[in-house]
């Protein structure tokens, strides 16, 4: 059957909202599809309706119970034949949805990715004659993404195994992830792909810069009170304080996180769907698949993670079309918590660089000199014609300034201190502050020692911030988070580019609220990237991480900066063993190129014994050759050098056979005699 009789007698709507017809043809014609569209734009019928037009059974990969659930209970509330896989099943729930794939009843079959992992799944597809494969949120295929799930991975296999056409839906997906996703789940060969807009009009987009964030969260969603809403944190600690916060102040609110048993969370998601004016205050582990179509406004009390994340989450407001509100809460911390967060990951430094990328992309929207919507659709690739007046911008357009000099001072004390420094030391050199650590390494004879002492260091973050912003500067992961200049910076430091910043930002700007932290602000880039490799570590040895080191350990390496493994040996908490064990790997984060260091030498790490070694191997070294370099060479071993470092012995006949004796024996008795330790 065609499709416009299909989708009036079934999903009793006389026409296709704008986009979706040509990607219903394409996928019932058994095409290979990517879809990027809107949230609310339709996706699911977009594979549900061609599932009725082709005979045989489509296999959809989705994400959530939840989301399959509420589907599958749509579908067959419409007559169509659909079904579950879910772990969230009875087994006579499962036994009757095994029985009709076996008698080639259905016409749809939804199940998590997480099946594809059992041995049994496959051949039990191919015996239900499965035509086709659908794959919804196919974003979480992109293994660095903000949604990624594993098993997301098998869904290629799954496509070359039962070669049929696959189609894959999205609603966020940059040109990056789109790449990723061709490569993962179409091995690279290109699909139909229909790129349906990001541009979601009725959403009124706002940030806020933290300013008392929990009266603010609190005033935003008390002036919406009886609507429907999502207040998205950070930490699980938080959406149950701010949850509480909320029914104190008479608002109806309840937390949700992955922290809660499964039964509590499911209860959390069937409340929201049924009672009108909830709030519900949850991490990123709530909303995907939730298929409430009237959620008037979404806040964050914290920075999301990437403008991928932000655009999925203030997606799931005003689904119906009408006018939804959003407010998004920053701060430095937000960003501190970000940085930390990418640079403790696992991931290669190039996706480190790409992720920091991200971030400044975010931070750029949150400290945006014109319309919101313009900078987030050109994020996207879209181009919008003009202000959409529909963001907290174009309400109250923010008062800028030419800042083309300051961004200049920035990029100049960044590229004098040799593009290894964090915010904090570019500051103080801007602003003439002679720390410790500005004298030690000479940068107050910089020609930028205290160019900047017009503006305060608060209004230097804020300019920092602006130019992180618009990509002029990123942190480097390889050099532990020290600012380096972009390629498009280096326009702006030759004067070929102005620079536009906010005065707002600056004028409100005052020393930040102080967050508790480990270790210096300087220090935390390379306290992470420890963190980082005791974690793989860790997991290599499946042990827990403090057995590698605590963090203690790790606070005192990041700020003492060993550069030897006789320095490393010094840190509290690296012993003999830990040393043997861990000091090269970790010297390598802290120190990257450092040379080796024979075990016979390592033995000694830290110990008087081991600066004699080095005398004793550097007159080895003299006088291999002999005093005047014409003999036959000769060398003393590692392990005999060791033994001497150690016992300081004042006769050596018995540690060198006679040629050795004859010729190093005086060399290594002055050095033995001078040695403070005899």
Request: hydrophobic share 40%; with cysteine.
């Given at each position: ?8 007698q079934v999903?009793?709507f ?15 014609s058994?095409r ?5 569209m ?10 549900q309706?061609?599932a009725?037009?082709?005979d ?34 009875s ?7 095994l029985r009709a ?21 496959v ?16 974003h ?5 993404g903000?949604?990624?799930?594993p098993?997301?991975l ?5 496509r070359r195994?039962?070669?049929v ?12 992830t789109?790449d990723?996703?061709?490569?993962r789940l179409?091995?690279g ?13 009725n959403?009124?987009?706002a ?14 969603a008390a002036a919406?009170?009886?609507?429907s ?12 304080t701010?949850a509480?916060?909320?029914n ?7 937390a949700y996180?992955?922290g ?8 959390v998601e ?5 009672e ?11 909303g995907?698949?939730?298929d409430?179509?009237d959620?008037r ?18 997606g799931r ?5 009408a006018?939804?509100e959003t407010?998004?809460l ?13 640079d403790e990951?696992l991931?290669?430094?190039e ?10 992309a ?6 945006a000199t ?8 050109r994020y996207?690739g ?11 911008i174009?309400d ?9 000099e ?18 904090g ?6 602003t003439?502050?002679?720390t410790?650590?500005?004298?030690a ?13 017009d503006l305060?260091?608060?209004q ?8 992180l912003?618009l990509?002029l500067?990123?942190p ?5 988070g ?18 536009t910043?906010?005065r707002?930002?600056?004028?409100r ?8 932290s480990?270790?210096?602000p ?35 390496m ?13 840190v ?6 830990k040393?043997?064990s861990?000091?090269?790997?970790f ?7 450092v ?7 390592r ?5 008087p014994?081991?600066?004699?070694f ?14 005047d ?6 060398s003393?071993?590692?392990s ?5 470092a ?7 006949s ?5 040629a050795?004796?004859?010729?190093f ?9 001078g040695?403070p330790?005899?």
């Amino acid at each position: 059957m065609s499709a416009a009789p299909l989708l009036r007698q079934v999903f009793g709507f006389d026409s296709f909202r704008p986009g979706q017809e040509e990607i219903v043809n394409a996928v019932a014609s058994g095409r290979d599809v990517l879809a990027i569209m809107p949230t609310g734009g339709g996706k699911s019928l977009c594979y549900q309706l061609p599932a009725l037009m082709r005979d045989g059974l489509t296999v959809v990969i989705s994400p959530l119970i939840a989301l399959m659930r509420d589907q599958v209970r749509a579908l067959t509330e419409a007559g169509v034949a659909a079904a579950a896989l879910t772990s969230g099943n009875s087994d006579e729930e499962n036994s009757e949805v095994l029985r009709a794939m076996a008698a080639r009843e259905l016409r749809l079959l939804y199940m998590a990715p997480e099946r594809l992992a059992s041995g049994a799944t496959v051949p039990m597809l191919r015996r239900a004659g499965v035509q086709a494969i659908a794959v919804d949120e196919a974003h979480c295929v992109s293994q660095w993404g903000h949604d990624f799930r594993p098993d997301y991975l098998r869904v290629g296999e799954l496509r070359r195994v039962l070669s049929v056409p696959l189609a894959a839906f999205t609603a966020t997906a940059d040109a990056e992830t789109r790449d990723e996703i061709v490569q993962r789940l179409f091995d690279g060969a290109q699909p139909q792909t229909f790129l349906r807009g990001f541009d979601r009009p009725n959403i009124h987009l706002a940030f806020q810069p933290k300013d008392g964030p929990r009266r603010q969260i609190l005033d935003f969603a008390a002036a919406r009170r009886g609507q429907s809403g999502i207040i998205y944190c950070g930490t699980r600690a938080k959406t149950e304080t701010l949850a509480a916060a909320l029914n104190q102040s008479g608002l109806a609110a309840t937390a949700y996180h992955g922290g809660m048993e499964a039964d509590a969370r499911r209860e959390v998601e069937a409340r929201f769907q049924r009672e009108d004016g909830l709030i519900v205050v949850a991490t990123v582990a709530f909303g995907m698949g939730i298929d409430k179509p009237d959620i008037r406004w979404v806040a964050h009390a914290d920075l999301p993670k990437s403008i991928e994340a932000y655009y999925q989450e203030i997606g799931r407001g005003g689904r119906d079309g009408a006018p939804a509100e959003t407010l998004t809460l920053y701060g430095p911390d937000d960003i501190r918590l970000r940085r930390g967060q990418i640079d403790e990951s696992l991931a290669p430094p190039e996706r480190k660089a790409a992720d920091h990328a991200r971030l400044n992309a975010l931070l750029g929207l949150a400290e945006a000199t014109g319309c919101r919507r313009i900078a987030l659709l050109r994020y996207f690739g879209e181009k919008a014609v003009a202000p959409c007046g529909n963001c907290d911008i174009c309400d109250d357009p923010p008062e800028c300034f030419d800042a083309t000099e300051a961004a200049q001072k920035v990029l100049s004390a960044i590229l004098r201190t040799g593009q290894t420094y964090g915010s904090g030391h570019i500051i103080d050199v801007l602003t003439g502050t002679m720390t410790e650590r500005v004298q030690a390494r000479g940068h107050d004879h910089l020609p930028t020692f205290g160019v900047g002492r017009d503006l305060s260091k608060p209004q230097w973050q804020a300019v920092i911030r602006q130019m992180l912003g618009l990509d002029l500067i990123r942190p480097d992961s390889e050099r532990h988070g020290g600012l380096a200049i972009t390629l498009a910076a280096h326009p702006v430091l030759r004067g070929e580019e102005r620079i536009t910043l906010r005065r707002d930002t600056m004028a409100r700007a005052r020393p930040a609220v102080v967050v508790r932290s480990q270790v210096d602000p300087e220090d935390e880039p390379l306290f992470s990237a420890l963190k980082a490799k005791r974690r793989a570590l860790a997991e290599a040895a499946r042990v827990p991480a403090y057995v590698i080191f605590p963090d203690r350990t790790l606070q005192e390496m990041a700020r003492l900066r060993p550069g030897t493994l006789d320095e490393m040996a010094r840190v509290n908490g690296v012993g003999a063993k830990k040393l043997e064990s861990y000091g090269e790997e970790f010297l390598q984060v802290i120190a990257k190129d450092v040379p080796p260091m024979h075990p016979a030498r390592r033995a000694l790490a830290g110990r008087p014994s081991g600066q004699l070694f080095d005398r004793l191997a550097q007159a080895q070294v003299r006088l291999m050759r002999g005093v005047d370099g014409t003999e036959k060479p000769l060398s003393v071993g590692n392990s005999a050098l060791r033994r001497i470092a150690e016992d300081r012995p004042r006769d050596l006949s018995r540690y060198l056979d006679p040629a050795r004796l004859d010729r190093f024996g005086a060399a290594f008795a002055a050095e033995i005699a001078g040695d403070p330790e005899c």
